[in-house]
């Protein structure tokens, strides 16, 4: 069982800047698991935002924030990361951190979930 955590959201402004970070809570390495970001704004489904494949590999990213968001891990791999820029309103959302064995764009394909930070973007 993997227990993750996040942090960083906050308020920010259109256009502005935000660092979400995701680590295990036993501060195990996060590099055996393929990891994903998903959010969910009210009143919606939640929704893949990107993913990196296992052990740092290559990322991909939902067509909505391509270009602003950037998912990276450390160098110990114990913290993934989600660098969002050029913040739209329509970025409002709780941002959940996923683990599980494989990379995909599906919720459920993930065993490992944090509890969520909220992100809002004022206009």
Do not use: H
């Amino acid at each position: 069982q993997v227990q993750l955590v996040e942090s960083g959201g906050g308020l920010v402004q259109a256009g502005g800047s935000l660092r979400l970070s995701c680590a295990a809570a036993s501060g195990r390495t996060l590099r055996p698991y393929a990891m994903a970001w998903f959010r969910q704004a009210p009143g919606k489904e939640r929704e893949f935002v990107g993913a990196s494949r296992r052990s740092g590999g290559s990322t991909y990213y939902a067509d909505s924030v391509k270009g602003r968001f950037t998912i990276s891990r450390d160098n110990a791999q114990n913290t993934l990361y989600l660098q969002m820029n050029s913040l739209k309103p329509e970025d409002t959302a709780i941002y959940y951190c996923a683990g599980g064995d494989v990379a995909a764009t599906v919720a459920r394909q993930y065993a490992y979930w944090g509890r969520g930070t909220q992100v809002t973007v004022s206009s």
